[in-house]
């Protein structure tokens, strides 16, 4: 790129790079989905995933059931990451509620806690969903449970508000990660989808990040690229260049796209570190079952510790996890990893 004569430092577009959309969208939905070839697909170039959500979440208060003004509600996972809510506020939906995806130690339960909370809830709600199960923190869902959800979803009239935060990285394959998203887009589904590529490229300090709009018929695409261009001149103003040209160049080489053994390896790495922790909770003799460590995929997975265990594991041990409970696998490997499990296991059994 630095030896292309072609590529100015000039500002990209208001709404991106055509080229970085254009892929990211066939990453997504594949190449050959009937959204992409009817023209029902828009998409924008974003500061981040951060900004993809808080960008979804303008254009559903201004656009969504055809009027100005719509406040809610927005269904997000609990336990949730707690940056999500204060987007949704920014953007002024304050009628956020939760529905019920995990409970330390009530795993297997949490697919029909799921399905119950959503068929409560209101018709037209908005849901915030992870494609990958990976956060705020959900199992890793079956085909078979997204098809449910999405006939209930369907028969509700709810409005799946998709997070993909690290496509790929989630069973080591992003066709596989983005099933979901496809599955409800063939299920006619119009849908809001915030992706990252952060992790999935190591593009940390470049943000780059997309939304993804699917519409019933092609011609809202012109009215909503009208509304989007007014919210990025009001947020952001333009998006950055460099990690989209990058991002574009490696998914518009085929050759490129078929070499995801680099991607693959991390998944697989997180699975078997994972795995490893378990067993060794298992030997240590700690309290519960730690089944849920290898019932998720992707880079992060929730481990049931509370916040007070939380702080002691980082004021005593020197391990730092979020409030919430939630570990970067990545963060493990051979020389830590028993410290670490020896770290759980003194929380669990200590009265601090």
């Known amino acids: 790129m630095s030896a292309d004569p072609t590529l100015a430092a000039n500002y990209p577009p208001v709404l991106g790079l055509p080229e970085f959309s254009r892929r ?8 050959e989905s009937s959204a992409l070839v009817h023209n029902r697909v828009l998409g924008v170039q974003t500061p981040g995933c951060r900004a993809a959500i808080r960008l979804g979440a303008e254009l559903l208060r201004s656009c969504y059931r055809g009027s100005a003004g719509w406040c809610g509600p927005v269904f997000l996972p609990s336990p949730f990451h707690d940056s999500l809510a204060p ?38 709600a908005v849901v915030l969903l992870s494609a990958t199960g990976q956060c705020p923190v959900t199992p890793d869902l079956s085909q078979d449970f ?27 394959d992003p066709e596989l990660d983005a099933w979901p998203v496809r599955h409800c887009v063939s299920a006619g589904l119009e ?16 943000r780059v990040g997309h ?8 011609a809202l695409v012109l009215p909503l690229q009208s509304q989007a261009e007014e919210a990025v001149r009001r947020l952001w103003s333009r998006p950055v260049a460099l990690g989209a040209r990058v991002v574009a160049a490696v998914l518009g080489n085929l050759a490129n796209r078929a070499e995801r053994d680099g991607v693959r390896n991390v998944a697989e790495r997180g699975a078997a570190l994972r795995q490893q922790l378990q067993e060794k909770l298992r030997l240590l003799g700690a309290p519960g079952c730690w089944d849920h ?17 939380v702080g002691f594991l980082a004021k005593k041990r020197h391990i730092y996890l979020l409030p919430t409970g939630r570990l970067n696998t ?3 490997n051979s020389n830590n ?9 003194l929380v669990l059994t200590s009265s601090f």
């Open 24 to 31: 990211a969208a066939e990453l997504i939905l594949g190449r």
């Open 87 to 124: 987007v949704f506020h920014a953007a002024g939906l304050r009628d956020l509620r939760s529905y019920r995806c995990w409970e330390a130690g009530r795993w297997e339960e949490s697919e029909q806690q799921l399905l119950e909370d959503l068929e409560a809830a209101p018709e037209q």
């Open 293 to 309: 460590l290898t019932q998720q995929g992707g880079l992060y997975c929730h481990t049931g510790l509370t916040a007070e265990q």
């Open 191 to 206: 849908l809001l989808c915030a992706q990252s590529f952060s992790h999935s490229f190591g593009l940390y300090g470049e």
């Open 337 to 345: 990893l028993d410290y670490v499990a020896e770290s759980i296991y």
């Open 211 to 218: 939304l993804l709009l699917v519409l019933r018929h092609s």
């Open 330 to 332: 990545t963060a493990m």
């Open 146 to 172: 997204w098809k449910r959800l999405t006939q209930l979803m369907e028969r509700r009239h709810h409005f799946p508000f998709f997070l993909m935060l690290e496509q790929g990285l989630c069973r080591g």
